[in-house]
């Protein structure tokens, strides 16, 4: 024996168009540059270790690492306090509108639910199963346009569930307000894009694929109190106090995911982190609905008060324009601005990892469309 | 307008240490290298389309063919009868453990479960919140070394949930054996190893990461007839009939996680399919229990006949040696084979993407370990 063998670095070529879409999809949505390249990289051969990381252990000192900086980025970005656990599992919001009840509700308990969407409604739906429901105000009426802002929340109720951002409704609300029981928050769309006081809120979960990596993975943010609070006898895979005892680690994680976050909160750290990132977002929303409201071939879906930062939706003020203008912004390399089909027109997503250049391109298209009439 | 854009294509460095480790990790685990290389360049720009894998929606036609590919390779190389529905979703074997007798399994109705390990005992826990259980034979007190063959299925069990590879304890069965109810296969760490003829299951369900593709993905294989069976109203997520219904797409679901159980399944294909890999995976399993049983410093821990072909499990005769082999193996590459901590010695997982050529590393080890004594 006494074989050695030197390991060298080889040096592999991808392929990559010199010229990237301007990606303004709802979800999954775009991610910053580098984490295509470094989770690109990762796939080949993970931080030079002579395996890809989708070879390795998810109990390997290396996925271990990945594990623990992901927790402890997220922690430092959102400024979490000591009494909340940050979980990761899979399913995504859906399986949150589940969990959520399954976790905390009683079947004789009462929890109240704002009604500003699609989503919001569905997770209402699912907590039906697991004990009594109250939507405190809707806003369904009037298209979803609004974020109902006076209603009453019974105080017997066990938790308020809002949804922070609507996606298909562009509506987005800023303020983390307080009410005299838990409030619980779908922040899949706009988590990360903003500070957020996370002691107002006793639960606040998203699914990755918007701000923080790649479709496949869920965060959950709760207070500790809450966990188990619920008495019926779980499934392990649906019970938070199980992720919280583990670390998220009691069965295989999904592993890239994971890193695809890690990498993501890197770079919004390298960025300022969420005080950064509000102006930036603030500063692209601004931008567009600017010329939204000035162009007078289109005009916004939400009121303007609830507007939201992170899906800006518009539709044109003559119908026929809405083909015309899919079919006009083609060559300026726009991707994905299609409306929603109940909400119809244009829908057009900026989240973190937009860059400002790509929301010039689309209000240069806006007026160049404006000059074909 | 009319600007038109020249799209080329640039070339992206990535590095690659020359020397690939040996992989006998039990899971995630080793993957074919090409799949590592196509995911590598699908995180950069999938198909040159000027988008990333990871930020397309998972409504667009790109991934729908994805998606529709997936599904018909599965089909096509475990030959599913038409009255089988392929879904995919995620959460893992263990989230299977809860949602086949959430689904399955009426509250006052018996299942049955053969204990051959850990992951059939969990399975089975999990089973008592939904209805009563019923273990009709348990290697345990023999430490799970063989696989029970003569028992008795009680006629009115809903069905018989065996795990058709125990990866802890190195014991696997290769027939598939009709029973008088349907049967349930946790096939986790097999399927795609071999020919399985599906018509003889009710339902199998695998976890991606060991044969499939990268964790983040499990798939089922159910008999139409078995979908909505419980009456008990069912969360979205965990109800099979949903999946069913939206061919999977009733969610976001994990876009890159299933892009790599193509890439898996068209390797396999490409390779000859099941029966071609069946008898690779012979090759390798017989070479080494060859040397196991051959070499007088180990000894398997699975009785002969129920050796499995996947994870190959063996301990060294003098203790001592334990600590002494997984040093010595250090500069072969050789990654992955220390043993799961109840059973300790050494754990060889030998699955689809391993090539003969690391067992024939590891072999060669051991006989140049022999010769240090």
């Known amino acids: 024996?006494?074989?050695?063998?030197?390991?060298?670095?080889?040096?592999?070529?991808?392929?990559?168009?010199?010229?990237?879409k301007h990606n303004f999809g709802a979800g999954p949505s775009i991610l910053p540059q580098e984490v295509f390249e470094q989770s690109a990289q990762a796939c080949l051969e993970y931080n030079g270790i002579g395996l890809s990381l989708l070879e390795i252990s998810h109990r390997s000192k290396e996925f271990e690492a990945i594990l623990d900086e992901t927790l402890t980025l997220t922690r430092e970005l959102l400024q979490i306090p000591d009494n909340y656990k940050v979980l990761l599992m899979q399913g995504g919001a859906n399986m949150q509108f589940a969990m959520v009840p399954y976790n905390l509700l009683n079947e004789n308990e009462t929890?109240?639910?704002?009604?500003?969407?699609?989503?919001?409604?569905?997770?209402?739906?699912e907590a039906r199963?697991?004990?009594?429901?109250?939507?405190?105000?809707?806003?369904?009426?009037?298209?979803?346009?609004?974020?109902p802002k006076t209603f009453e929340v019974p105080k017997d109720s066990v938790y308020l569930h809002v949804t922070s951002n609507n996606t298909i409704y562009g509506t987005e609300f800023f303020e983390d307000k307080s009410y005299d029981v838990p409030v619980v928050a779908d922040m899949s769309s706009d988590i990360f894009s903003r500070p957020v006081d996370v002691s107002r809120y006793g639960l606040i979960y998203a699914g990755a694929q918007k701000n923080l990596g790649s479709a496949g993975i869920t965060m959950v943010i709760i207070r500790e109190d809450l966990i188990g609070?619920?008495?019926r006898a779980k499934s392990k895979m649906w019970d938070y106090g199980i992720y919280a005892k583990n670390n998220s680690l009691y069965n295989t994680p999904p592993v890239f995911a994971i890193y695809t976050c890690l990498l993501t909160l890197r770079w919004l750290k390298k960025l300022g982190g969420l005080t950064a990132m509000e102006k930036r977002n603030k500063a692209k929303a601004e931008l567009l609905y600017a010329e939204i409201d000035r162009n007078p071939l289109f005009k916004g879906h939400a009121v303007a008060e609830d507007r939201s930062r992170m899906n800006i939706n518009f539709v044109p003020v003559h119908p026929e324009d809405e083909a015309a203008f899919l079919e006009f912004v083609k060559p300026y390399h726009i991707h994905g601005i299609k409306g929603y089909r109940t909400v119809g027109g244009f829908r057009a997503s900026c989240y973190n990892a937009l860059p400002i250049e790509s929301v010039q391109v689309l209000v240069q298209a806006?007026?160049?469309?404006e000059k074909t009439k």
């Open 1 to 20: 024996m006494g074989r050695t063998h030197y390991i060298c670095c080889l040096s592999i070529s991808m392929k990559k168009s010199s010229m990237k």
């Open 111 to 125: 929890a109240s639910y704002l009604d500003t969407g699609v989503w919001a409604a569905k997770a209402e739906e």
């Open 129 to 147: 199963l697991y004990g009594k429901t109250h939507i405190v105000a809707s806003s369904k009426p009037d298209a979803y346009r609004y974020i």
């Open 229 to 231: 609070r619920s008495a």
């Open 366 to 369: 806006m007026q160049d469309f």
